[in-house]
């Protein structure tokens, strides 16, 4: 059986570190969940996100995913910067810039690794669309030692 219990705290305190980052309460936009599937390892990949406004049209986000699959399990921290071109639509594309942390486990005797990169990133909001995701995400990692690319979906509180 495997402990992920101080890694767990790890993300925690990361993700609370990344967060103190961000302006003030009062520009924060709101937090959610996102599910998606990363290629290379080809993982399910599950997580949560804050949301904060920078400035009208670029959003500060970060997230904190676990991912399993593919005879590994890894934990990653994301700090992406969004930049928004129709903030008032109900249909919002957006391209962004992050900063990407990875821990991956692989089953068996081998060892866990870190990674840390840059990646560049592309989606749509759809915040006022009732039933459907609050977001549609594709996500390139420009490090070789990160998956090579995500895409997601998420929901927004």
């Not at 594309?93 to 866990?112: E, I, K, L, Q, R």
Request: charged share 15%.
């Amino acid at each position: 059986m495997r402990r992920h219990g101080p890694r767990l705290i790890l993300l925690a305190v990361a993700l609370s570190g990344l967060m103190s980052f961000a302006p003030s309460a009062s520009a924060a936009l709101g937090l959610g969940v996102r599910l998606g599937y990363s290629f290379e390892p080809e993982q399910v990949v599950v997580g949560a996100h804050a949301r904060f406004g920078l400035i009208p049209a670029i959003d500060i986000v970060p997230s904190a995913n676990v991912g399993f699959l593919d005879d590994a399990f890894s934990v990653a921290l994301h700090a992406d910067a969004q930049l928004h071109f129709l903030k008032s639509s109900p249909i919002n594309p957006y391209v962004g810039v992050g900063a990407d942390w990875y821990n991956f486990d692989p089953d068996g005797d081998a060892s866990s690794s870190d990674a840390f990169g840059v990646s560049a990133l592309g989606g749509i909001d759809l915040p006022s669309l009732p039933l459907v995701p609050h977001f549609a995400e594709v996500k390139v990692y420009l490090e070789d030692d990160l998956p090579d690319w995500q895409i997601m979906l998420g929901y927004g509180f």
